[in-house]
């Protein structure tokens, strides 16, 4: 399918779900730019590129460490996907009818993280965990996609330790 959507032109896009929990309610990281806006690490992905290799390409540069330790990222499952029918900013978590060529699709998968991480922060940056009771219905906040995570991680699961 992705030779499909590069044959058409469409710019693909992945994000990492990264969770992290604190007195046993589930976060989600997200990196904070200003007081208003959130975005879940990740970017588009280069021509021909496996989308797994490529939010591993793109977490490290968001996030990886700069002193020399390689950081590991398992990525579990896919989340969600989003599409973009044009160039104007709504995306949706279907292709609408009237659309026959997207313009952009965006997948988002969850990324299992050790007990313990290190990350490495952009300067402009600020990385907060929102608990998803927050994210629940708040895309005022945070916009569709990241309101629309606690609807698509209820599917799995948590286990706390």
Excluded: C
């Excluded at 978590?93 to 050790?114: C, D, N, S, W």
């Excluded at 490495?120 to 608990?131: C, G, M, Q």
């Excluded at 606690?150 to 330790?161: G, T, V, W």
């Amino acid at each position: 399918m992705r030779d499909e959507f590069e044959k058409i032109g469409q710019r693909r896009s992945v994000e990492g779900v990264l969770l992290v929990h604190e007195h046993k309610l589930p976060h989600v990281l997200l990196l904070q730019l200003g007081t208003t806006f959130f975005k879940l690490p990740g970017g588009e992905l280069n021509a021909g590129e496996d989308e797994l290799d490529g939010l591993k390409r793109l977490m490290t540069e968001t996030l990886g460490r700069q002193d020399g330790v390689v950081q590991e990222w398992d990525i579990e499952d896919t989340v969600g996907n989003w599409w973009r029918p044009n160039f104007e900013p709504p995306q949706y978590p279907y292709i609408p009818p009237h659309i026959t060529k997207p313009k952009e699709h965006k997948r988002l998968f969850l990324v299992q993280l050790p007990e313990k991480a290190l990350f490495a922060v952009p300067k402009n940056y600020k990385l907060v965990a929102a608990p998803l009771f927050e994210l629940y219905d708040n895309a005022q906040g945070y916009g569709p996609i990241i309101s629309s995570l606690p609807q698509a991680l209820s599917r799995f699961n948590f286990i706390y330790m």
